[in-house]
C-alpha cells in the first residue's frame, strides 16, 4: 500500500487536481491495489501502466514525468527506455518552409518563427525516437556550404515549395539531385516534403515527383515523397513517423552486419 499512499501524496503536492479527482483516484487505486498483490509481475507492470496513464488526466507533461519517475521507481520498474535518437539534416531554399514545419512540430508559436541565417538546431520528440534536426539556411550564397555540415547525419529531410516559381523549383531540383547524389548522404534515408500545398498555385505530387525525376534519380534508395502544409500537422507527423520506420530499419540493418 506504502507506494500507491506514497504517490497519491506526490501527485495531490504536484499536480494539485480537484477533490473530485484525488477522490476517484483513490477508489481506483484500492482496486488496484487488491488486484496487484494477488497478480503476477506481468499483470503488475500492465497495473503501473494503466495507473500512470489514469494520473495523468489533470497535468502538464513536466508533472506527468516526475510522477512517472516517482511512481516507477518506488514500485522498482526503473525508468522508461531512452527513445533513440537521430541526427538528421534539414535543407530546402529559403522561404520553403523548414523552420515553420519543425516548429509546428515541437509546438512553437508561429510567430516567433525567423529567417534562419547560416543554421539552427531542434530537437523534435516524436513518441518513439527523438529527431535532432539541423536546419541549414537556403539562401543563395549558403547552399554552397551545405555540404561541410553534412558529416554525421542520419537521415534527410528537404522541404521545397510547391507553389513557387519555375526559377525556384529548378534551383530547388537542382540542389535536391546534388543532395541524393553526395557522398555523404546517398546512402541514407530521405524526407521530401512538398510544402505549401493549401496554396492554389501548388503542383501536386506527382507532378513533382515527374519533375523532380526522382523515380530514376533516387531508384534503390529509400525515399518519401509527402504533400504537406502549415496547416496539417497530423499529415506533417506522419510523414516523419514514415521517416523513423526508415531510420529504425536502417539501424537494424546496421545491427546484423
Ligand atoms: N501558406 C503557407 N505558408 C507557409 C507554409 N510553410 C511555411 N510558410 C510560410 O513561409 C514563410 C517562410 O517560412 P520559413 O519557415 O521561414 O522558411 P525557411 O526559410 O525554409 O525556414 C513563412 O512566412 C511561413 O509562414 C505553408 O505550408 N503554407
Ligand atoms: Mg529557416
Redesign the pocket.
Known amino acids: 500500500m506504502l507506494p500507491f499512499g506514497l504517490y497519491l501524496m506526490i501527485y495531490a503536492v504536484c499536480s494539485r487536481p480537484t477533490v473530485s479527482h484525488v477522490f476517484l483516484i483513490g477508489v481506483k487505486l484500492k482496486r488496484f491495489f487488491f488486484s496487484f498483490l494477488v497478480a503476477g509481475k506481468c499483470t503488475q507492470l500492465k497495473t503501473i501502466n494503466h495507473l500512470d496513464s489514469m494520473l495523468h488526466l489533470n497535468c502538464d507533461s513536466g508533472r506527468k514525468s516526475r510522477m512517472t519517475t516517482c511512481f516507477r521507481a518506488l514500485c522498482c520498474k526503473g525508468p522508461p527506455p531512452a527513445r533513440p535518437e537521430y541526427d538528421l539534416v534539414c535543407i530546402?531554399?529559403?522561404?520553403?518552409?523548414?523552420?515553420?514545419?519543425l516548429?509546428k512540430l515541437c509546438s512553437e508559436s508561429?510567430e516567433n518563427?525567423?529567417?534562419?541565417t547560416g543554421f539552427s538546431i531542434k530537437a523534435v520528440p516524436f513518441q518513439n525516437a527523438v529527431l535532432n534536426v539541423k536546419?541549414l539556411?537556403?539562401a543563395d550564397n549558403i547552399r554552397k556550404y551545405w555540404s561541410r555540415y553534412y558529416q554525421g547525419s542520419q537521415g534527410v529531410i528537404f522541404?521545397l515549395?510547391s507553389a513557387s516559381s519555375e526559377d525556384d523549383l529548378e534551383t530547388a531540383r537542382n540542389e535536391l539531385h546534388s543532395a541524393l547524389q553526395h557522398p555523404q548522404l546517398c546512402t541514407l534515408p530521405f524526407l521530401i516534403l512538398a510544402?505549401?500545398?493549401?496554396?492554389p498555385a501548388a503542383r501536386s505530387v506527382q507532378e513533382i515527383k515527374k519533375y523532380f525525376e526522382l523515380e530514376p534519380l533516387a531508384r534503390g534508395k529509400r525515399w518519401i515523397l509527402q504533400p504537406?502544409?502549415?496547416?496539417d500537422v497530423d499529415a506533417l507527423k506522419d510523414s516523419f513517423s514514415q521517416l523513423i520506420n526508415l531510420l529504425e530499419e536502417k539501424d537494424h540493418e546496421a545491427m546484423r552486419m
Open positions: 530546402g531554399l529559403t522561404g520553403s518552409g523548414k523552420t515553420s514545419l516548429s508561429p518563427v525567423v529567417s534562419t536546419e539556411g537556403g522541404v515549395d510544402n505549401h500545398q493549401d496554396k504537406c502544409s502549415l496547416d
